[in-house]
């Protein structure tokens, strides 16, 4: 992954020990005026040392919530929501972002597609939400190429991700398709996550305890394979929207391609015997192609090119004569 230079806010200034001292009137009037003030802001500065933890994500959880919410708030005052470089719903037009808060998001995402990653799905969904707020506007992406360059490594960190928890044909087809499905159908609601009490305990990587899948940490091989794959769609898709492009590869059943009411069934395949007194070999072979159709796609997805070689093989070597 690229290495991100630390920028810092022009409105945060280093922390600074301030001592008390006798001062007069005339010194006390000329230290408000804007050029001679240093601004020293503790607590903003705290909120984003807490998005850069790669332990846990207990407080960055918080802090995305907190940050959502101030840049959702119609009661929070424009100027100083520019102040600090989050978003202004009602603004006409973005032209620049917030570096800071921008690296700090990315380095979530990166954390959260190493195999040791700590960090909920929740979390990564909330971070993905918000850098696309910070650059994302009416005529297209702001974002600089130091930044998606950095989301570009983070999104190969999920593909290799996603490779080292690639078992078997039929099982990750299905889960594959099924995550996708789930992501899509039911999208993240931050007002319900924010109102869900059970972020407020630490995270948790046992199903015991009856919270959500996405707001716990996984348990077991299949929860994280689950979580790969989740991964891997929201950095993926993120990365396809900040360079404006469409997805054209998911998802793998597409609707028109089902069978609907009123369509006519060719069924001459399931009752004629294939020549070799095989019985429906022709069915099984549409079949056949069908999944080996999918498992390219995906394997092509994770661009495991030795893994498609190989799948491709073993399907060609199942059809027969």
């Known amino acids: 992954m690229v290495i991100m230079e630390r920028s810092k806010l022009p409105e945060l200034a280093p922390s600074t020990s301030v001592q008390e001292q006798n001062t007069t009137d005339e010194e006390k009037s000329a230290a408000t005026g804007l050029d001679s003030v240093q601004w020293s802001r503790p607590f903003l500065d705290m909120v984003y040392h807490a998005l850069d933890s790669p332990d846990d994500d207990y407080h960055a959880l918080f802090v995305l919530c907190l940050l959502y919410a101030m840049s959702h708030n119609k009661g929070m005052d424009p100027e100083k929501l520019e102040r600090i470089q989050l978003p202004v719903p009602t603004a006409a037009e973005k032209t620049t972002y917030n570096h800071l808060l921008a690296e700090r998001l990315i380095r979530i995402m990166n954390n959260a597609a190493q195999p040791d990653g700590k960090i909920r799905l929740a979390t990564l969904e909330l971070s993905c939400l918000l850098l696309k707020q910070q650059v ?45 499905r789930s992501m899509t159908m039911k999208p993240m609601n931050v007002e319900y996550l924010m109102m869900d009490a059970s972020i407020l305990l630490p995270p948790t990587g046992t199903p015991l305890t009856g919270i959500d899948f996405v707001k716990r940490l996984p348990c077991g091989d299949v929860e994280k394979t689950r979580r790969a794959i989740r991964v891997f769609f929201m950095l993926r898709s993120l990365s396809l929207q900040l360079r404006g492009q469409p997805e054209t590869q998911l998802p793998l059943t597409r609707e028109e391609d089902l069978i609907k009411t009123d369509d006519v069934l060719d069924l001459s395949e399931l009752v004629t015997p294939s020549h070799g007194g095989g019985g429906h070999h022709q069915a099984g072979s549409r079949v056949t192609r069908r999944v080996t159709c999918d498992l390219h796609v995906v394997l ?21 004569p």
């Not at 600089?144 to 290799?160: P, Q, Y």
């Open 136 to 180: 994302v506007t009416s005529t297209g992406c702001i974002i600089k190429d130091v930044h998606l360059a950095c989301l570009e490594g983070a999104r190969e960190e999920s593909v290799h991700l996603v490779r080292h928890f690639y078992k078997g044909e039929e099982i990750f087809l299905d889960m594959f398709e099924d995550e996708y």
């Open 300 to 320: 092509g997805l994770i661009r495991d090119r030795e893994l498609t070689e190989c799948a491709c093989h073993t399907k060609l070597s199942k059809k027969g």
